[in-house]
């Protein structure tokens, strides 16, 4: 069973991320008057594996995308460092991959298309397309219409979109959600690889997921109310 976070993970035996360090300080996230979730704090480092759990409405998928920086925290603090020096926002996106339901696909592209497009917009290159595609088991349908593809299809195009630039943090939401055994695997090597070397975060209530994490932050502690009037 996962631990709940400790205050520090101190990498064991780590190379592509092992400079950096990312810390939450109370975290808070309202919607009108409803607290989502507050005070949530943590502080991972590179050889870590860490689950955000809690029920439905918790704010999982909220949190994972405020360490994404595709939301804003109402208040707290988020701060990725790199060899002991804070990372501008701007740049934080350069050491994130993450893997969510929600992510837009082009079907009128081929998968290998998909994943032109996405390193043209980072300016990443195309060298890595073809090996990426390998390691999710999307290589002889690279040339394939996206409309074509199943559901755990797409789903395995979304985690070669995370690690194509190779990131040095992993975000993972519900990722083994419409997959079958071959996606689950694929979702496996990536997390155990991640988890090895550099900073791997899974949203999740699903027990194999958790189970491939060694931490866990749970929201259901960190639950809000409706704000009291003034």
């Known amino acids: 069973m996962p631990e709940n976070i400790p205050a520090n993970n101190t990498p064991a035996n780590n ?8 810390k939450a300080v109370n975290l808070t996230r309202k ?39 595709l939301l804003i925290q109402s208040s707290g603090e988020l701060s990725l460092f790199d060899g002991g020096e804070k990372v501008k926002k701007e740049n934080v996106f350069k050491y994130i991959g993450f893997v969510s339901p929600y992510l837009n696909l ?14 043209d917009i980072r300016g990443s290159g195309h060298g890595n397309i073809d090996n990426v595609l390998k390691r999710v088991g999307l290589y002889n349908r690279r040339n394939d219409l996206l409309k074509i593809y199943s559901s755990g299809m797409k789903q395995r195009l979304k985690i070669a979109f995370a690690i194509l630039h ?3 943090i992993m975000l993972l939401d519900e990722p083994t959600s419409n997959l079958d055994l071959e996606g689950i695997s694929v979702v496996d090597d990536i ?15 699903d027990a194999h997921e958790r189970s491939l994490c060694g931490n866990e932050i749970n929201l259901n502690e960190n639950i809000g109310k409706k704000k009291e009037n003034v």
């Open 15 to 22: 190379t592509s991320g092992s400079s950096i360090m990312l």
């Open 31 to 69: 919607f009108d008057r409803k607290v989502i979730f507050e005070n949530v704090n943590f502080e991972l480092t590179p050889s870590s594996a860490t689950a955000i759990t809690g029920r439905n409405g918790s704010g999982k998928s909220t949190l994972i995308k405020i360490i994404a920086n």
């Open 106 to 119: 082009y079907d009128e592209f081929t998968g290998y298309e998909n994943l032109k497009i996405i390193s």
């Open 166 to 168: 190779e990131p040095k």
């Open 191 to 205: 997390a155990n690889e991640y988890k090895r070397d550099r900073i791997l975060i899974i949203a999740t209530n």
